[in-house]
């Protein structure tokens, strides 16, 4: 195993991403840095270097542990980096925040439909 490999391959091989031209296009639009420096997708990667990696909603601070290259299952993918721990509190309070928001907008009333304003005019029409 060689001791670097390009940012967009081991961002694949490490699972965040789906195919390594969305990893590079990730890396281009500045969603991933190093040591807080945009990077281009063909920048080698080190041991010990500390990646931002901002993914939809999501932002994950993380230490590079392993340099393999290859696409692993998703539990030997975890085994590629180590996540700062306040990093993994911030987005664990940010999805249980998107969830409250969730139902909060599924539990506000909302506009009558088509056969409620039927019945609210059936309900309030003068009977003459």
Same mark, same amino acid.
């Given at each position: 195993?060689?001791?670097?490999?390009?940012?967009? *391959?081991?961002?694949?091989? &490490?699972? %965040? %991403? =789906?195919?390594?031209?969305?990893?590079?296009? &990730?890396?281009? $639009? $500045?969603?991933?840095? +190093?040591? $807080?420096?945009?990077?281009?997708?063909?920048?080698?990667?080190?041991? $010990?270097?500390?990646?931002?990696?901002?993914?939809?909603?999501?932002? %994950?601070?993380?230490?590079?542990?392993?340099?393999?290259?290859?696409?692993?299952?998703? =539990?030997? &993918?975890?085994?590629?980096? +180590?996540?700062?721990?306040?990093?993994?509190?911030?987005?664990?309070?940010?999805?249980?925040?998107? *969830?409250?928001?969730?139902?909060?907008?599924?539990?506000?009333?909302?506009?009558?439909?088509?056969?409620?304003?039927?019945? +609210? +005019?059936? %309900?309030?029409?003068?009977?003459?």
């Amino acid at each position: 195993m060689s001791d670097s490999v390009r940012l967009d *391959k081991w961002l694949w091989a &490490a699972r %965040f %991403f =789906k195919t390594r031209a969305l990893a590079r296009e &990730a890396v281009k $639009g $500045g969603k991933v840095q +190093i040591d $807080g420096n945009r990077v281009k997708p063909g920048r080698l990667v080190k041991d $010990g270097d500390r990646l931002t990696v901002r993914r939809a909603d999501d932002t %994950f601070e993380i230490t590079v542990q392993d340099l393999g290259d290859r696409r692993v299952s998703a =539990k030997l &993918a975890q085994e590629k980096y +180590i996540e700062d721990p306040a990093s993994r509190a911030r987005r664990e309070a940010a999805a249980e925040q998107r *969830k409250q928001d969730h139902q909060a907008r599924m539990e506000r009333p909302r506009r009558p439909d088509k056969r409620e304003r039927r019945q +609210i +005019i059936n %309900f309030t029409k003068k009977k003459e």
